[in-house]
């Protein structure tokens, strides 16, 4: 058998997410992912609700950002709403330039949801400083 996630939190599913807007790989976050995996945004009218869709969403658009030199900066911090407490708070461009907080929900070890949501406001977020996989410039 592969790696045992049955005991995957929040956090790290958020970490690795990170790691994947950092480096611009999503394979290790793809191998998280439950077949029925959600992906939500507010910012978008409508959800994806497979993983297959997420992952041919995601790989044309890491390498949009990949293109376009823009980098994504991906901070845990923590930010209660929604029944989460754990965030990724968003930046593009610069670490600065807040666009909203991400937040994951995990069962059976899997990452089953993603949620991209600008209320709450990523600056009402408690920042960490840390960025899971990027690369020190």
């Known amino acids: 058998m592969g790696k045992e996630t049955s005991q995957l939190t929040e956090k790290e599913a958020l970490s690795i997410y990170a790691r994947m807007l950092h480096t611009l790989d999503s394979s290790e976050f793809e191998s998280y992912l439950s077949e029925d995996f959600s992906y939500s945004s507010q910012k978008v009218l409508t959800d994806m609700n497979s993983r297959d869709a997420f992952i041919e969403y995601i790989r044309p658009k890491l390498e949009t950002i990949k293109k376009s030199k823009s980098h994504v900066y991906a901070e845990l911090g ?21 666009l909203g907080v991400a ?23 408690k920042r960490s400083g840390i960025y899971p996989g990027l690369q020190p410039n």
Do not use: E, F, R, W
């Not at 923590?78 to 807040?98: E, F, R, W």
């Not at 937040?103 to 600056?123: E, F, H």
């Open 78 to 98: 923590v930010c209660p709403a929604y029944g989460h407490t754990d965030c990724l708070i968003m930046a593009q461009g610069d670490k600065s330039n807040l």
């Open 103 to 125: 937040y994951a929900s995990v069962d059976k070890g899997k990452i089953s949801a993603l949620a991209l949501c600008i209320v709450p406001t990523a600056d009402s977020a």
